[in-house]
């Protein structure tokens, strides 16, 4: 049996063993790294999720979740302050698309997309990003899923 090259893009390639670096290296289909997380769901399911999650931190401007889907969380809502920043038509009606319509302050009757608009956005006029602080808490006691609280700072 002739000798494998040399793989230098697997960490165990080259190791002593049964199983061939070839072999090992091409066991399974080989890709690029995913950009986001799968969050366990479909793809209808996570921007559900992510919309529902997003409307909440707009609302409350702190939520208790899970790291994973706060990590995500994080993405999504820095683009959505920096639409509310731009703060033209356009901008207003990509967050609209994205947003659910819920009402944020039952007094004034501001829905959740005012009050990124008129509220949130201006208080980061002068900040380029970092607009959400991640606090761990500590384990899930049903299952032991890492859990945090995802803050607007």
Do not use: W
């Amino acid at each position: 049996m002739a000798k494998a090259a040399p793989c230098f893009g697997h960490i165990f390639c080259g190791a002593a063993g049964a199983i061939s670096s070839k072999e090992l290296h091409h066991s399974k289909r080989e890709g690029h790294l995913m950009s986001y997380r799968k969050l366990g769901r479909t793809t209808s399911q996570r921007k559900a999720l992510l919309r529902d999650l997003t409307t909440d931190l707009i609302i409350n401007e702190r939520i208790e979740t899970t790291e994973a889907r706060a990590k995500e969380l994080r993405s999504v809502m820095e683009k959505m302050i920096t639409l509310g920043k731009r703060g033209d038509l356009h901008a207003r009606r990509q967050a609209a698309a994205f947003i659910r319509k819920e009402v944020a302050n039952s007094e004034t009757g501001q829905d959740a997309l005012q009050k990124l608009f008129s509220d949130i956005a201006p208080r980061y006029q002068d900040r380029q990003g970092g607009y959400t602080r991640i606090l761990k808490l500590g384990p899930r006691r049903g299952d032991g899923a890492p859990m945090v609280i995802i803050e607007l700072v």
